[in-house]
């Protein structure tokens, strides 16, 4: 059975600092763009990163020189570091995978295309 366990999530004031960690299981995640979502409230779930297999990254303009997105391809593990946290980040994040969606293309930012997610960790920051 494939999972993404999304964990580290919590409160947090304004510019402070969270490493989110997206574990994957059931299969072996390496050949995966791996990404992380988030969704703000009454907001639509918006792309926040994207990982490739290859270890190349991708960000959305609100976060990019504030977050990064790393893996560990032993641990089958996927990171999401934030820095320099604002009021506006706080949102349910949630760890997406697919194996074949399309890098250099809007495809990336598309959430209904990830064949898997995890069930999302809850991010907060007071301003």
């Known amino acids: 059975q494939v999972q993404l366990v999304e964990s580290g999530g919590g409160l947090v004031q304004a510019g402070g600092s969270l490493r989110l960690s997206c574990a994957a299981s059931g299969r072996t995640f390496s050949s995966y763009t791996m990404a992380w979502f988030r969704q703000g409230p009454g907001k639509e779930r918006e792309f926040v990163g994207a990982?490739?297999?290859?270890?190349?990254?991708r960000y959305a303009d609100s976060v990019k020189g504030r977050f990064t997105i790393s893996r560990d391809y032993a641990k089958n593990t996927v990171y999401l570091q934030m820095n320099s946290l604002k009021s506006e980040d706080t949102a349910v994040y949630y760890c997406a995978a697919d194996a074949a969606i399309a890098w250099n293309s809007v495809r990336l930012t598309q959430g209904y295309r990830y064949e898997y997610w995890g069930q999302g960790t809850q991010v907060t920051v007071s301003s």
């Open positions: 990982i490739h297999a290859s270890g190349g990254t």
